[in-house]
Each structure stands twice: as C-alpha cells, then as structure tokens.
C-alpha cells in the first residue's frame, strides 16, 4: 500500500515539475499583422504594405523587444486593410495581430498580451489655455476641431457639438496654434505625435472623454507558454521604464 501510494506522489510530482518546466519549441514562429497606425505602427516609407525593419512606431518597438528577450521567433508585415489581417489573426493557428482594442466581445476571441499604450479620446488645448471642462457638454461653447470622417468627429457630432473639421487631422495643430480653434478632439497619443511632426509641442489635455487600451492579439491555438512568456517580458520592459521610454522618444 505504502508503496503505491509513494509511487503515485511520485507520478505527480514528476508531472508537476514537467507543466512547471514546459518549453516552447525553439522553431516555433508566429505571424504577425499590423496596419498603419501613427504612432503605434507605420510603413517607413508611408505605404499600406511594409515588412521587418520597414515598419516602425511605439508598438512596433515594443514587441521586437518583447519577442527578442522571450527568445520566440516571429515574421512581421504591415497591410491593408485593418479588416482582413484582424480576420486572418482570429482564423489562423500561429497569427497575431497589433494594436487592437480589448474590448469585451473581443475577450473570447483571442489570447491577450499587454496593454502596449493607450488610445484615448481627448479634447487639447495650448499649453496656456485656461479653458477647463468637466465634460463634452461644456466645449459646446467653443470652437472645436476635428478630422473629417474620423470616428472622433462622428461622436462630438452624435453629442450635439458642431465640429470644424479638417481634411488632415495635423492641419488642427495648426489652426490651434493660431487660435482658429480653442479646442483640438484628437486620440492621444495620435494626436500629440502629429503635433510633433508640425513642429508643436507642450499642448495642454483639457478634457479626456473616452479611454481603451491596446493590445496584441493572438489566436486562441498560440500555446499558454508562449503568451505567459510574452506578458512576462513585457511586464519586466514596463517595469523597467523601457514602455515609457518608448513612448516618450516618438512624442
């Protein structure tokens, strides 16, 4: 008796430290899709299709630095449209997919790794402004821009404000400067990238009216161990102030 019940402990433990030691296969290689996004992911020379090291942004820089230290092979291509690489990440074994909100529809579809930044919704102003707001009730006052066609413009639209809308969303970094404008509704860190790119800095949050976070998304047949290994190294890159340091060198 005792001594099949010593060799059962035994069985179980050597099952125990075999999940505990599980590995991931060296020649395992994931796919993974990306659109252009500024300033989370973009083609460098600003086209819908890019591949390796032609593809940059936030994102882009974090999950080469996540996947380099989780030691796990990957190929990655920018495409168009958002559509069908989001298709091809939820349908195929091995594919992935970045940034994407996680919204709770979305929870069962995919296996998670982040968040990798935020996207948020925002009203700016000058670094001098004095308007405060407790919500988008109280801009209605002032003269807001926004990117024509943009889901940002629709929602102020949907909540009764009368936007002045641009054909380029940077065009309002502009117009904010020179007081066209008291208000800029622009996703963040989206919009302060633009700004940069046009030469301003220093503009002020006023008001942030909608928040998610982004996240790369995997097929649900990616193996446990290798999504633990991924959300590991990312939490050791943000503890280290690596995320923020990213993030900081493109805003």
Known sequence: ?????????????????????????PNYNLVLLTENFPPYNMAINGKNFAQEDNIDGIA????????????????LTLRFPWDRIYKLALEKPGYGVF???????????FKWVGPIGPDDWVLLGKSDSPITLKSLEDAKQYKVGAYKGDAIAEHLQQQGLQPLTALRDQENAKKLMA????????GDPAGRYLAKQEGISGLKT???????????????????????????????????????DILSSYL
């Open 1 to 25: 008796m005792w001594k099949r019940l010593w060799l059962a402990c035994a069985g179980a433990l050597l099952l125990m430290s075999g999940a505990l030691r599980a590995e991931i296969d």
């Open 99 to 109: 940034v994407t909100a996680r919204l709770p529809e979305r929870e069962e579809l």
């Open 206 to 244: 006023i008001l942030r009216f909608d928040s998610a976070e982004l996240y790369l998304a995997l097929n649900k047949d990616v193996p446990d161990e290798v999504v633990q290994k991924l959300q590991a190294e990312l939490d050791k890159m943000r503890g280290e102030g690596f995320v923020d």
């Open 179 to 186: 007081g066209q404008i008291d208000l800029w509704a622009t």
């Open 60 to 75: 882009v820089d974090i999950v080469r630095e996540m996947f380099k230290r989780a030691g796990i092979k990957y190929s």
